[in-house]
């Protein structure tokens, strides 16, 4: 059994998505909205997801 959680490089799992109000992605590296299946060379894992222990990247 895999003990890993799969992570997908994308917008949805960025450091740098906030949520608007009306709950839009947005991307507060490059300052515009995003989809949440996006992704860019700047891509870094946020806080919450970098805590897990053990994590797998399906890129």
């Not at 799969?6 to 995003?34: E, W």
């Amino acid at each position: 059994m895999d003990e890993n959680v799969r992570i997908k490089r994308c917008c949805a799992s960025c450091a740098f998505k906030k949520l608007t109000r009306t709950t839009l992605r947005y991307c507060a590296l490059h300052d515009k909205l995003v989809m949440s299946s996006e992704v860019c060379e700047n891509w870094q894992i946020s806080r919450l997801l970098r805590s897990i222990k053990k994590i797998a990247f399906n890129v």
